[in-house]
């Protein structure tokens, strides 16, 4: 028997066995990031198409993770759903944009909004609603300048969804629909749910000039959006032609590499503290 698991495990030293180990240790150094204070927030500037002013900073997370570098969230966010942990980094996130937000006031910065991303798993989260409240006091940040990100896929627990949506549209935060287009779609929801905005996918606008669907897409998500009074984000705006389209489309926000990348706290402060 043993010479047997021998084989079998020589059998599976592969890249399968070594993915699962990546994994696996990845997933133990994950659940001590938060207390090792390992993850950081990049915030990148969002721009009003008409007036050309920054508006607000989409928060990103970021991991430092003391011998890989910094990992980016595509690579653990997964993960963090998966095991559970999501919930916990999602609340860290909230915590740490609305403080850094409200610090960035105090300092004197224009005030603009913030907006964070919320998981499915931590929008569905039974205490969503009253950690959003005793942040938004702690903090003394007004809501106002809050925005939280969902994706479609909320949608599909469509009662649940509406009742703490109303919930934080009670609170005064600004609610945005994420990657609009790519998810479960429904155009029930957009009329149901009290949406603040609409934010493009970047695989739509990155395809505007060179594809006639996707820029016939974009001007009907734009119309669409503002018979329903919902005002429009364009994320992963790379290009003058890009923004130019947006514009003359009547887009309204604009974010993405023309304008910058994703920041850490102090090149933003070196940029917009003294503006
Ligand atoms: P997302 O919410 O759709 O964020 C936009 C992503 O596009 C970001 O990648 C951003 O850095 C990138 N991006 C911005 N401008 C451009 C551009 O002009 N061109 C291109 N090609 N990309 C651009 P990032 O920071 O790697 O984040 C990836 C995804 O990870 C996010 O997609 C979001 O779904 C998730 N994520 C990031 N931070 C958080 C978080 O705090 N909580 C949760 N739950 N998810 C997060
Ligand atoms: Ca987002
Ligand atoms: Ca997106
Ligand atoms: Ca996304």
Redesign the pocket.
């Known amino acids: 028997a043993k010479s047997q698991g021998k084989n079998r495990y020589v059998v599976h030293t592969s890249e399968l066995l070594d993915a699962m180990l990546d994994d696996y240790m990845l997933e133990v150094d994950l659940r001590r990031a938060l207390e090792k204070n390992e993850f950081v927030l990049h915030y990148?500037p969002q721009i009003n198409n008409e007036t050309g002013q920054l508006i607000g900073f989409?928060?990103?997370?970021r991991w430092q993770h003391p011998t890989l570098g910094q990992i980016?969230?595509?690579k653990f966010?997964k993960l963090a759903e998966e095991n559970g942990m999501?919930t916990q980094i999602?609340e860290w996130?909230i915590d740490e944009a609305c403080t850094q937000n409200k610090k960035w006031q105090d300092a004197g910065m224009t005030p603009v909004k913030v907006s964070?991303?919320?998981?499915t798993q931590?929008f569905l989260t039974r205490n969503l609603i009253t950690y959003m409240e005793e942040v938004l006091e702690r903090t003394g940040i007004n809501p106002a300048y809050v925005v939280v990100?969902i994706t479609e896929y909320m949608a599909m627990e469509y009662e649940y969804s509406i009742h703490v949506l109303e919930q934080l549209k009670a609170l005064g935060i600004g609610i945005s629909i994420?990657?609009f287009g790519t998810g479960y779609s429904s155009l029930n929801y957009l009329k149901n749910f009290p949406i603040d905005y609409i934010k493009i996918d970047?695989s739509f606008v990155s395809e505007i000039m060179n594809n006639e669907q996707d820029a016939v897409i974009i001007k009907a998500i734009i119309s669409l959006a503002h018979n329903l009074h919902k005002e429009v984000i364009a994320?992963?705006?790379?290009t003058k032609e890009q923004l130019e389209f947006l514009k003359t489309h009547q887009c309204d926000i604009s974010?993405?590499?023309?304008f910058s990348?994703?920041l850490p706290v102090d090149e933003i402060e070196r940029i917009y503290l003294d503006q």
């Open positions: 990148q989409e928060a990103l997370i980016p969230p595509d966010i999501i999602g996130v964070v991303n919320l998981s931590q990100e994420d990657d970047k994320e992963g705006v790379e974010q993405g590499y023309f990348k994703p």
